[in-house]
Nanobody
Framework: VQLQASGGGLVQAGGSLRLSCAASGRTFSSYSMAWFRQAPGKDREFVAHITSRLGSTTYADSVKGRFTISRDNAKNTVYLQMNSLKPEDTAVYSC?????????????????WGQGTEVTVSS
């Protein structure tokens, strides 16, 4: 599986962005998908996860209620809708794929990673 993230950019605090992650291959629907982010000088952290079959979602507390992860298996794409953005959301966002069962948010559980897309939120 190859992953290509896009949709990052510069936005003012309170604004919105939608990230996309396009996957290659015919087995996309079999994978659980997730978004992680890494801010400058910080470790990579979990943002959101969506399961392969039921589309159940899990969020980091820091983004709960503001971000929404979704997937379109017909388009081999997972999305991250980010609303009410804050300067602390500034980071490089990467998508990841893992075959179930996956321990949600554990980096080593995800087998494939996209290259990342940069999000900058100005105050």
């Amino acid at each position: 599986v190859q992953l290509q993230a896009s949709g990052g950019g510069l936005v003012q605090a309170g604004g919105s962005l939608r990230l996309s992650c396009a996957a290659s291959g015919r087995t996309f629907s079999s994978y659980s998908m997730a978004w992680f982010r890494q801010a400058p000088g910080k470790d990579r952290e979990f943002v959101a996860h969506i399961t392969s079959r039921l589309g159940s979602t899990t969020y980091a507390d820091s983004v709960k209620g503001r971000f929404t992860i979704s997937r379109d298996n017909a388009k081999n794409t997972v999305y991250l809708q980010m609303n009410s953005l804050k300067p602390e959301d500034t980071a490089v966002y990467s998508c990841a794929a893992g075959l179930p069962p996956v321990r949600v948010g554990v980096i080593s559980e995800y087998d494939y990673w996209g290259q990342g897309t940069e999000v900058t939120v100005s105050s």
